[in-house]
């Protein structure tokens, strides 16, 4: 039986649903937000969409595609597994990148550009089995694969793994007929990267889980920084694919554009891109930073013009910049030993693929759209100390002046609304964002610059009764509690702080959580209670009396340790002595 907060939280997204309306729902942890989301989003959709549409022809283009997006590929794991402990058995996709799914034997030892570039050149060559196999069996054809049983990544990895077929691919044709897709939020947000899936948005839902900080990264989506070190070494990577068309009479062939349309470009046109590239270095380089130089948004565009980079020129450069990344990675797919290893021992990425990405920033839209848009930005130009390794296809070297310092140009976006207008505009049917932690609404909401006439604030499951909530000012010597730099160099400090815990572990049944502010502050005040030096040789330390009452673990620096230390907390916490235990 549902809990009232979540029937309240269902009755909340269908009504969004049925009218077509935009949800801001706040549901605490612990309340089955996760699960009463899937149930009333796929209830709602077999409501709207008749049972022959559903697994029929139209398959999941009949209306009412549900994406969904979470902050991470963890995060959609879990909502997998709570999919699959429903009735509901709609056709899924999740999709992925290269990096998370190819099973190629040397390309999915890549990363980044170099992936991407390896892929794409054996599948132009026909020269991977899992793709040709898909291709041949699966392509443009409904298969039963994802409707038999919903797949979270490391299902669809073995499904392709056991049946020879790329996962990479096989997932994005899914897509077209899923009922539900589920995508990290970048996939929603970045411009670029949604208009590659395929996905038709117009009368789709969306949805965002742990949506508590989209809007730092829709902000950060939309910003960039460009250094001086990016220049050269985009200058350096572009001598090097001048070098390889100079042995060449053939011009380079590159697929741009939504219509996917042939260009080809010659010798020229690169030394072309050169000059602009040499022109844009040199504007950067002669800007005067006497007084902090920190202008409004519109200022790029000046600067940019100065080198011939405008909205009339951009899409050109774009293209000019793709043939160039296309010739640096046009032998990876070599298949002798010494062709493979030579490609794994390439970067990963390179600072022609970051320029172009700042090129779409700048220009994101239309021009009117990016003018607009312009307001919500600042400039920052300022100088760092080099590092001491560059990025990029070569390691950078910095301007040709011989400057010593780096000088970064930063085009920083100040509203997530810049991105949420955008995933709007799709003509989607709504957008539903929800968390355990989104109060205050109404700010939330001027922060994202969208309408969300149904909102939700959800009490926890846990009555106000069976909670007790104290701030205790001093521990028991008198000493206050007091976490301030100062105070923390104290002994005294962490002395009162330990036995006022040893209080509470006295009175307190089952287990404990004890939050520092910091790793350096929990390693502070444990070095203190263990310390036996002070105490006479029968006193038991601190540390010693607290794991007399309750056996404590303490969380690791290292992630992949976390889990082992979870499971021993769970351990200490189902011991039939009944002591329970602390996790620091």
Not at 173 to 178: F, H, K, Q, R, V
Not at 254 to 281: S, T, Y
Not at 479 to 506: C, D, F, M, W
Not at 518 to 536: F, G, H, I, P, R
């Amino acid at each position: 039986t549902p809990y009232d907060a979540q029937k309240m939280y269902m009755e909340k997204v269908i009504e969004g649903l049925q009218q077509g309306k935009n949800c801001l729902l706040e549901s605490p942890t612990g309340t089955g937000k996760t699960l009463s989301l899937l149930c009333a989003a796929l209830a709602w959709r077999e409501s709207v969409v008749p049972a022959q549409a559903q697994y029929g022809d139209k398959g999941g283009n009949a209306g009412a595609k549900i994406i969904y997006a979470s902050r991470t590929h963890s995060q959609l794991a879990q909502v997998v597994k709570e999919l699959k402990n429903t009735s509901y058995k709609p056709r899924c996709a999740v999709l992925s990148s290269r990096e998370q799914t190819c099973i190629h034997s040397q390309v999915s030892k890549m990363t980044g550009v170099q992936q991407n570039h390896a892929c794409r050149n054996h599948v132009a060559n026909s020269s991977c089995r899992a793709y040709t196999r898909f291709r041949d069996h699966y392509k443009d054809k409904k298969s039963d694969a994802c409707g038999a049983g919903v797949m979270d990544i490391e299902d669809l990895v073995n499904f392709g793994k056991g049946n020879t077929v790329c996962p990479y691919y096989y997932s994005r044709n899914e897509a077209s007929n899923a009922d539900i897709i589920m995508v990290p939020y970048n996939y929603l947000i970045d411009p670029f990267i949604r208009s590659t899936l395929g996905i038709k948005f117009e009368g789709a839902v969306l949805i965002f889980d742990e949506a508590h900080n989209l809007e730092s990264i829709c902000s950060e989506s939309a910003s960039f920084d460009l250094s001086s070190t990016d220049l050269a070494s985009c200058v350096q990577e572009l001598q090097r694919v001048l070098e390889t068309m100079n042995q060449s009479s053939e011009p380079v062939t590159v697929i741009v554009g939504p219509n996917k349309r042939e260009r080809k470009f010659v010798l020229e046109d690169m030394l072309q891109l050169k000059k602009v590239l040499l022109n844009l270095e040199k504007v950067l380089r002669e800007i005067s930073l006497k007084d902090t130089y920190v202008r409004d948004g519109d200022h790029v565009y000046e600067l940019l013009e100065q080198a011939q980079i405008t909205i009339d020129t951009q899409q050109d450069l774009r293209d000019l910049i793709r043939g160039s990344i296309q010739v640096l990675f046009a032998d990876i797919t070599q298949d002798d030993n010494g062709g493979a290893a030579a490609a794994l021992l390439r970067p990963s990425s390179t600072s022609l693929d970051k320029l172009e990405s700042v090129l779409k920033t700048v220009f994101r839209g239309s021009r009117a759209e990016y003018k607009k848009n312009s307001q919500y930005y600042r400039i920052h130009v300022h100088d760092v100390e080099p590092k001491k390794a560059g990025k990029g296809l070569f390691k950078a070297g910095n301007f040709s002046s011989g400057d010593k310092k780096i000088r970064i140009l930063s085009y920083w976006c100040f509203n997530g609304g810049v991105a949420m207008h955008e995933v709007q505009s799709l003509g989607v049917r709504s957008i539903i964002l929800t968390s355990g932690t989104l109060s205050p609404l109404e700010s939330f909401a001027q922060e994202l610059q969208l309408n969300f006439p149904v909102q939700l604030e959800n009490p926890h499951i846990i009555k106000k009764e069976q909670s007790f909530v104290a701030t205790i000012c001093n521990g028991p010597s008198g000493h206050k509690l007091l976490s301030t730099y100062e105070n923390r160099k104290k002994p005294e400090y962490h002395q009162s702080l330990g036995n006022a815990l040893v209080n509470i572990a006295r009175v307190s049944p089952g287990g404990m959580m004890v939050f520092f502010g910091s790793y350096v502050n929990m390693e502070l005040s444990l070095t203190e209670w263990e310390d036996k030096a002070k105490l006479a040789s029968n006193v038991r330390c601190l540390k010693e009396r607290l794991d007399e009452l309750k056996p404590g673990v303490t969380e690791p620096r290292s992630s992949s340790q976390l889990k082992e230390t979870v499971s021993q907390f769970e351990e200490n916490l189902n011991n039939p002595d009944g002591k329970g235990s602390i996790f620091y």
